[in-house]
Nanobody, 120 residues
């Protein structure tokens, strides 16, 4: 099993920044990712890092959001800059203990989520 704990959510004005953190415990994780979800919409992948350190970003956040993994590969931060009201959502961290993980479907472990609210 893998347990994930997100932190760092809160409220910020448009144009501001927030940094979310995700801490993993339990099994060794090989992939980690950040997602967000707005009520009534599908969960959106924001950034994904695989076991080799390759990172991909969603087009909606590329250039504004940056994910970074701790040296021990047990933490994953999400630095969010130039925030917009449409970034308001519940943000989730996800992870996999499978070495060949590459996709969202390969991520069985999820955190409880942390709310981010961006006001105009």
């Amino acid at each position: 099993q893998v347990q994930l704990q997100e932190s760092g959510g809160g409220s910020v004005q448009s144009g501001g920044s927030l940094k979310l953190s995700c801490a993993a415990s339990g099994y060794t994780v090989y992939c980690m990712a950040w997602f967000r979800q707005v009520p009534g919409k599908e969960r959106e992948e924001l950034g994904f890092i695989d076991r080799d350190g390759n990172i991909r970003y969603a087009a909606s956040v590329k250039g504004r959001f940056t994910i970074s993994q701790g040296v021990d590969k047990k933490t994953l931060d999400l630095q969010m800059n130039s925030l917009k009201p449409e970034d308001t959502a519940m943000y989730y961290c996800a992870a996999s203990a499978w070495r060949l993980c590459q996709r969202r479907a390969d991520l069985p472990y999820w955190g409880q989520g942390t709310q981010v609210t961006v006001s105009s």
